[in-house]
């Protein structure tokens, strides 16, 4: 039994590794975080009702658009991952460490919801708030708590962060909503 449980132990391990091998990476990470997305939004929609990499009329491409009717506009959900900066957040040691990590978390954070704002709000073609997907809990459990003001901020931009949870959740009330 024991032996049995080493080699358990050893293969999570390596899958343990394996994943830490995929977030190293921008456009696997990028991959990732889209792939949660399209799985929440594909389980819950039909097929009709939304499209992945949708080309707006600015020739803005999207992660995801979701269309509640013919009359309505398109709600556009982009999905943005900075893990780099929430990792320096979280190893950072001192003070001096710990007020970089900061700064640079605000303006990635704040750079993604003006990218978002710039490229897919279209008076008349998408609806408002544009969604910033995040594809991590704790990250955003992160900026959530710590940054406060750049969630308030997002909001007055049109623009909603939210994580996995909080997009299954908007997904579930579209679906009712169509229903």
């Given amino acids: 039994m024991i032996d049995e449980a080493q080699k358990n132990v050893t293969a ?13 990476d921008k456009q696997t990470r990028g991959a990732f975080g889209q792939e949660r ?3 929440i939004v594909s389980d ?3 097929p009709d009702h939304y499209d992945f990499q949708y ?8 992660d995801c658009i979701i269309r509640l009717s013919k009359d309505s506009g398109l709600i556009v959900i982009d999905s943005k991952f900075p893990l780099e900066a929430f990792k320096f957040l979280r190893d950072s040691t001192g003070e001096e460490d710990r007020r970089a ?12 919801v003006k990218d978002i704002r710039d490229k897919y709000l ?5 609806q408002t708030p544009l969604i910033m997907f995040v594809p991590s809990e704790s990250l955003f459990a992160e900026l959530h ?3 406060p003001e750049i969630m308030q901020k997002a909001r007055k931009e049109n623009v909603a962060i939210v994580s996995p949870h909080l997009l299954w959740l908007a997904v579930s009330t579209m679906q009712t909503v169509l229903r």
């Fill in 122 to 126: 279209i008076a008349g073609e998408t």
């Fill in 101 to 112: 990590a900061i700064t640079q978390m605000r303006s990635d954070v704040q750079r993604h």
């Fill in 12 to 24: 999570l391990s390596g899958h343990v590794v394996s994943l830490q091998e995929i977030l190293s």
């Fill in 55 to 62: 080309t707006l009329s600015n020739g803005k491409r999207p």
């Fill in 145 to 147: 708590h710590t940054f």
């Fill in 44 to 46: 819950q929609l039909p």
């Fill in 37 to 39: 997305m399209e799985a």
